[in-house]
T-cell receptor, first 112, second 112 residues
Framework: GEDVEQSLFLSVREGDSSVINCTYT??????LYWYKQEPGAGLQLLTY?????DMKQDQRLTVLLNKKDKHLSLRIADTQTGDSAIYFC????????????FGGGTRLMVKP | DAEITQSPRHKITETGRQVTLACHQT?????MFWYRQDLGHGLRLIHY???????NKGEVSDGYSVSRSNTEDLPLTLESAASSQTSVYFC???????????FGPGTRLTVL
């Protein structure tokens, strides 16, 4: 079956850039998502990218997709303490009826 | 504002009891999903529905059931709760098969 992998933990200093990486195995993925989960809260959609795109930028967020290597990354510029959370990568495919496969999540810790 | 809600937010129950977790969305979305979140596993799909009277099994459906009698609600029932079902449960919905999923705040269930 499909598999989505993420590193467990990332620590950065406030003001630095954060890069969270994700790899996936399903070559039929149509959409790739980044969700943010703050403590005790649900998942908040941050951004998503279609598989026919290489890059998407949205304010401080930049998503890069290398479809050949099945690698997705989320870059957060000027990381703030409020960015501390767990970030989930997820992939979905049109032929899978919008079902998402999630990675295990990367806990981002931002130090002042 | 339209939203997706879950109740209860926290539940403690005993092994063998039947438990029902509620999910209600006011977006009039056709698609609804139930996930469980466990350390080291990310989110895993339990059941999903593409419309009224439609239900489908996900990756980890054993011990769970759902019913869809209207567009707004997809209750999740644990027929006979087991300690292995201690988890955080998230409900999500999307308008169409190709649309983004939006998540509820989650229900933390503890089975003693």
């Amino acid at each position: 079956g499909e598999d989505v992998e993420q590193s467990l933990f990332l620590s950065v200093r406030e003001g630095d850039s954060s890069v969270i990486n994700c790899t996936y195995t399903d070559s039929s993925s149509t959409y790739l998502y980044w969700y943010k989960q703050e403590p005790g809260a649900g998942l908040q959609l941050l951004t998503y990218i279609f598989s026919n795109m290489d890059m998407k930028q949205d304010q401080r967020l930049t998503v890069l997709l290398n479809k050949k290597d099945k690698h997705l990354s989320l870059r957060i510029a000027d990381t703030q303490t409020g960015d501390s959370a767990i970030y989930f990568c997820a992939e979905g495919a049109n032929n899978a009826g919008n079902m998402l496969t999630f990675g295990g999540g990367t806990r981002l810790m931002v130090k002042p | 504002d339209a939203e997706i809600t879950q109740s209860p937010r926290h539940k403690i129950t005993e092994t063998g009891r039947q438990v029902t977790l509620a999910c209600h969305q006011t977006w009039n979305h056709n698609n609804m999903f139930w996930y469980r979140q466990d350390l080291g596993h990310g989110l895993r799909l339990i059941h999903y529905s593409y419309g009224v009277q439609d239900t489908n099994k996900g990756e980890v459906s054993d011990g769970y059931s759902v019913s869809r009698s209207n567009t707004e609600d997809l209750p999740l029932t644990l027929e006979s709760a087991a300690s292995s079902q201690t988890s955080v449960y998230f409900c999500a919905s999307s308008k169409t098969v190709t649309d983004t999923q939006y998540f509820g705040p989650g229900t933390r269930l503890t089975v003693l």
